[in-house]
């Protein structure tokens, strides 16, 4: 896991001095070794920031081929890599290193961009081939490794973070329309970021070409079948496929010359990661969790036990309310995106012990819920809109029985009225997923404080629907509904929030590598083949992973509904005078987006505020304090956009 920068010039020779500010401040990504080339004609440099997991000796980068006409810097890891270094040897590749990146080199010759086919893990990487000019960079299926780029004058540069691009000559500017669709919607377009003119490459796709002349293109796109069309198997087939494809992808990412540890809740998804990485395992997995001061939010009792029962060794991490607030502002710094609740600063913390430990690598669960429709607003979409059988009323009943059974969770399913509000995903798929009312039903609470002058700027139009005609739609028609909104959440919220702000950012904050087995895209191909009914049984989700770890789980961890990873709303304790002093500070009024009259309103109120109230206005107070946060941590303005030309942020895309 490492930090990568890249700046590929079209006549200007590259500067090295930002190169090598732009690796230091990735520092936290690769703190063992900053190395960086820099072209012979002087216009193509690359940077790598290594954090080293395999191979210590000869794996630095940048990577280079023998004839040296291929360049290479890569971030994450490639499974399977040996096997293909193997057959490579065997067709005559002659490799000088043992590092897993360099059957990119190898492959990227025989093969051309057909090598992101043979490519499996978390993973960006830039490559350049100087012998045809030419520059080729890509990110893993999920995105679970960041990759940003964004045009400049002299040509395209390239960061794992957005912060790295600000050291190459970027400014940092706020991208209004981006900022009015996370307000309005809770969501950003798959390539789009907060910063005026940087975007990301998206999940599974790859840019290639030159600086002035590039193209970007899909490699894979998660395939789910046709409504009737699914994989037809017994429970006992479906748990056996479900249980070895899990396996293998455990089994490939317990490869590293460093320990491997584990993240650890009480929920099945971690649960069955850990079960299965001590079965490999001749020692106790080492397995760490996250313990809250409230017990209501506290699942670290929970994860003890599972890990006792499996031979694990388990590591407590308590975090404390206040320390959670303490720290916002340096968690923020590092997602580079806003905060709804204070999880990603627990994250942050927990990722620190784990660090201080000297572990460098841990399995995580992220994904399980994504493959097998964990969240509750799909079990809602199998009630409402998959479900012929039932009347209106029944319908309803249903969905307040759902909402009631988990108190976590209640308040967040919405009435259908709110469909009518979002138009253009009902013009698309005929209904409007659940999330997305969610979504829109909050975004509505936190319009209100945004300024007239502001919203007239950047509310013209379907927002959402700009959003989802980004997405390649024909990948779900016909599928079932609740695979459709699967499908979009994926896309859509996944990897901006869930995979940075609980994800990557925070984990690599202090330089730990995060692994994946439920992204192991074979896993998820498989599991996308299963008809929902072997996911979703009655009001049951997960039910076929359940299934095929019953046998190694506690009672109590295998029965137990999804309970959402929430750290507890920030005034617990009276903590949450940080949130107080943002929004009364000269940064959040610097902040041209907002109503600041209607904010005094709800800060002088914040005090009397308790219970149900308090913890629904926390969402929205997070945001415009994560605001206020990256504000002022990177110096942001805006864009006048009136000043700027069509497409000048990327219009080769």
Same mark, same amino acid.
């Given at each position: 896991?490492?930090?990568?920068?890249?700046?590929?010039?079209?006549?200007?020779?590259?500067?090295?001095?930002?190169?090598?500010?732009?690796?230091?401040?990735?520092?936290?990504?690769?703190?063992?070794?900053?190395?960086?080339?820099?072209?012979?004609?002087?216009?193509?440099?690359?940077?790598? @920031?290594?954090?080293?997991?395999?191979?210590?000796?000869?794996?630095?980068?940048?990577? $280079?081929?023998?004839?040296?006409?291929?360049?290479?810097?890569?971030?994450?890891?490639?499974?399977?890599?040996?096997?293909?270094?193997?057959?490579?040897?065997?067709?005559?590749?002659?490799? &000088?290193?043992?590092?897993?990146?360099?059957?990119?080199?190898?492959?990227?010759?025989?093969?051309?961009?057909?090598?992101?086919?043979?490519?499996?893990?978390?993973?960006?990487?830039?490559?350049?081939?100087?012998?045809?000019?030419?520059?080729?960079?890509?990110?893993?299926?999920?995105?679970?490794?960041?990759?940003?780029?964004?045009?400049?004058?002299?040509?395209?540069?390239?960061?794992?973070?957005?912060?790295?691009?600000?050291?190459?000559?970027?400014?940092?500017?706020?991208? +209004?329309?981006?900022?009015?669709?996370?307000?309005?919607?809770?969501?950003?377009?798959?390539?789009?970021?907060?910063?005026?003119?940087?975007?990301?490459? &998206?999940?599974?796709?790859?840019?290639?070409? $030159?600086?002035?002349?590039?193209?970007?293109?899909?490699?894979?796109?998660?395939?789910?079948?046709?409504?009737?069309?699914?994989?037809?198997?017994?429970?006992?087939?479906?748990?056996?496929?479900?249980?070895?494809?899990?396996?293998?992808?455990?089994?490939?990412?317990?490869? @590293?010359?460093?320990?491997?540890?584990?993240?650890?809740?009480?929920?099945?998804?971690?649960?069955?990661?850990?079960?299965?990485? #001590?079965?490999?395992?001749?020692?106790?997995?080492?397995?760490?969790?996250?313990?809250?001061?409230?017990?209501?939010?506290?699942?670290?009792?929970?994860?003890?036990?599972?890990?006792?029962?499996?031979?694990?060794?388990?590591?407590?991490?308590?975090?404390?309310?206040?320390?959670?607030?303490?720290?916002?502002?340096?968690?923020?710094?590092?997602?580079?995106?806003?905060?709804?609740?204070?999880?990603?600063?627990?994250?942050?913390?927990?990722?620190?012990?784990?660090?201080?430990?000297?572990?460098?690598?841990?399995?995580?669960?992220?994904?399980?819920?994504?493959?097998?429709?964990?969240?509750?607003?799909?079990?809602?979409?199998?009630?409402?809109?998959?479900?012929?059988?039932?009347?209106?009323?029944?319908?309803?009943?249903?969905?307040?029985?759902?909402?009631?059974?988990?108190?976590?969770?209640?308040? *967040?399913?919405?009435?259908?009225?709110?469909?009518?509000?979002? #138009?253009?995903?009902?013009?698309?798929?005929?209904?409007?997923?659940?999330?997305? #009312?969610?979504?829109?039903?909050?975004?509505?609470?936190?319009?209100?404080?945004?300024?007239?002058?502001?919203?007239?700027?950047?509310?013209?139009?379907?927002?959402?629907?700009?959003?989802?005609?980004?997405?390649?739609?024909?990948? *779900?028609?016909?599928?079932?509904?609740?695979?459709?909104?699967?499908?979009?959440?994926?896309?859509?919220?996944?990897?901006?929030?869930?995979?940075?702000?609980?994800?990557?950012?925070?984990?690599?904050?202090?330089?730990?590598?995060?692994?994946?087995?439920?992204?192991?895209?074979?896993?998820?191909?498989?599991?996308?083949?299963?008809?929902?009914?072997?996911? *979703?049984?009655?009001? &049951?989700?997960?039910?076929?992973?359940?299934? @095929?770890?019953?046998?190694?789980?506690?009672?109590?961890?295998?029965?137990?509904?999804?309970?959402?990873?929430?750290?507890?709303?920030?005034?617990?304790?009276?903590?949450? +005078?940080?949130?107080?002093?943002?929004?009364?500070?000269?940064?959040?009024?610097?902040?041209?987006?907002?109503? #600041?009259?209607?904010?005094?309103?709800?800060?002088?109120?914040?005090?009397?505020?308790?219970?149900?109230?308090?913890?629904?206005?926390?969402?929205?107070?997070?945001?415009?304090?994560?605001?206020?946060?990256?504000?002022?941590?990177?110096?942001?303005?805006?864009?006048?956009?009136?000043?700027?030309?069509?497409?000048?942020?990327?219009?080769?895309?």
């Amino acid at each position: 896991m490492c930090g990568i920068v890249a700046v590929i010039n079209q006549e200007r020779p590259v500067n090295e001095s930002q190169v090598k500010s732009s690796l230091q401040v990735l520092s936290h990504r690769g703190p063992d070794y900053q190395s960086h080339w820099i072209s012979e004609n002087k216009r193509v440099g690359l940077g790598h @920031a290594r954090l080293s997991i395999i191979d210590f000796r000869t794996g630095k980068q940048p990577l $280079r081929s023998a004839d040296e006409k291929i360049w290479v810097v890569v971030n994450g890891e490639f499974y399977g890599f040996e096997e293909i270094r193997a057959q490579l040897e065997r067709e005559g590749h002659d490799f &000088q290193t043992g590092s897993d990146s360099e059957i990119l080199i190898h492959l990227y010759r025989k093969k051309g961009v057909s090598c992101l086919d043979d490519l499996r893990g978390e993973f960006a990487f830039v490559l350049y081939d100087a012998e045809n000019e030419i520059f080729f960079a890509a990110r893993d299926r999920f995105g679970v490794k960041p990759l940003y780029y964004s045009k400049t004058e002299e040509g395209l540069v390239f960061a794992s973070e957005a912060k790295g691009l600000f050291e190459l000559g970027v400014k940092p500017e706020w991208d +209004e329309d981006a900022v009015y669709q996370l307000h309005t919607q809770l969501l950003l377009s798959p390539r789009g970021s907060l910063f005026q003119g940087v975007k990301q490459i &998206q999940p599974g796709h790859f840019l290639l070409g $030159r600086p002035n002349n590039f193209i970007e293109r899909e490699y894979w796109d998660i395939q789910y079948p046709r409504r009737g069309e699914e994989l037809e198997v017994s429970d006992q087939e479906a748990v056996e496929m479900v249980h070895s494809a899990l396996a293998d992808a455990v089994k490939d990412r317990l490869r @590293a010359d460093v320990p491997v540890c584990s993240y650890l809740s009480g929920g099945i998804d971690s649960c069955a990661i850990l079960s299965l990485a #001590q079965s490999f395992s001749q020692r106790p997995v080492k397995a760490f969790s996250i313990a809250f001061e409230d017990n209501r939010y506290d699942e670290s009792h929970l994860a003890e036990s599972v890990a006792k029962s499996l031979g694990a060794a388990f590591e407590r991490v308590p975090v404390s309310q206040k320390s959670l607030c303490d720290e916002f502002e340096r968690a923020v710094w590092h997602s580079e995106f806003v905060f709804v609740n204070l999880h990603g600063v627990a994250k942050y913390q927990l990722s620190r012990e784990v660090q201080k430990q000297g572990i460098r690598c841990v399995l995580t669960g992220e994904g399980a819920d994504e493959a097998f429709l964990g969240y509750l607003p799909f079990r809602r979409d199998l009630i409402l809109h998959a479900n012929e059988d039932l009347d209106a009323k029944a319908k309803r009943e249903l969905v307040e029985n759902l909402e009631e059974s988990n108190e976590f969770s209640r308040g *967040i399913l919405l009435g259908s009225e709110v469909e009518n509000q979002i #138009q253009g995903a009902k013009r698309l798929f005929g209904f409007v997923p659940s999330f997305l #009312q969610v979504n829109q039903s909050s975004g509505e609470k936190a319009a209100h404080f945004l300024s007239q002058e502001f919203k007239e700027r950047c509310g013209r139009g379907d927002v959402l629907f700009r959003a989802l005609s980004e997405l390649k739609l024909s990948a *779900i028609t016909g599928a079932h509904p609740v695979s459709q909104a699967a499908y979009l959440w994926t896309k859509l919220i996944f990897p901006a929030y869930n995979l940075t702000v609980l994800g990557d950012r925070m984990e690599m904050s202090h330089s730990v590598e995060a692994r994946l087995p439920f992204l192991d895209h074979r896993v998820f191909e498989a599991v996308a083949k299963l008809p929902v009914s072997k996911k *979703i049984r009655g009001v &049951q989700e997960k039910y076929i992973l359940r299934e @095929a770890f019953k046998d190694k789980l506690p009672e109590s961890v295998y029965s137990r509904q999804k309970h959402p990873f929430l750290a507890p709303p920030s005034n617990i304790g009276g903590a949450d +005078e940080f949130i107080l002093d943002t929004l009364n500070s000269s940064e959040f009024q610097d902040l041209p987006f907002y109503n #600041q009259n209607m904010v005094k309103g709800i800060v002088s109120a914040l005090p009397k505020l308790s219970g149900k109230d308090r913890i629904a206005v926390e969402p929205l107070l997070l945001m415009m304090t994560s605001m206020a946060s990256l504000q002022k941590a990177f110096g942001i303005g805006v864009t006048n956009k009136a000043a700027l030309s069509e497409g000048s942020a990327d219009s080769t895309v």
